[in-house]
């Protein structure tokens, strides 16, 4: 928040370092006041260093501007980092779930009358799991 706050202020100060910058340069042209040789060096060399803040201010938001880039990639990566383990996540619960939902139906099944049937569901729900969890951990999805 505060890169945002001194770029905000860097962009308002350039304006007025390039508007001062020009109405230096309009004095030294010797077109509206007719100064000293010596008064004259001063006020080229304030031309100068004027330009100077205007590099430095124009590269000092440059800066701003990637460090908020790079961070605002880190965010994303972050950010997509946490989404793509919250999907493995679902992927994985959605499969017990769906199993078990086919038994919990009202219809005739196979092994629906086997006293183990509770055992074997278990079974398949944890093999067939544990499979989506290997291939997930191959893939590097954790």
Request: a negative charge.
């Amino acid at each position: 928040m505060r890169f945002v706050e001194l770029e905000g202020t860097l962009n308002d100060f350039r304006p007025a370092l390039v508007r001062t910058n020009n109405i230096l340069e309009s004095l030294t042209s010797g077109r509206h006041l007719t100064f000293r040789e010596n008064d004259r060096d001063l006020i080229e060399d304030i031309v100068l260093s004027n330009r100077q803040l205007i590099e430095q201010t124009d590269d000092s938001i440059r800066t701003i501007k990637n460090v908020r880039e790079a961070y605002t990639t880190i965010m994303t990566n972050n950010l997509n980092q946490v989404i793509k383990l919250l999907t493995s996540l679902t992927v994985i619960f959605t499969i017990p779930t769906m199993i078990a939902s086919l038994y919990g139906m009202n219809v005739s099944l196979p092994l629906g009358d086997h006293p183990l049937a509770f055992l074997f569901v278990i079974g398949i729900i944890a093999t067939v799991t544990g499979i989506t969890f290997y291939a997930f951990i191959q893939k590097d999805f954790f």
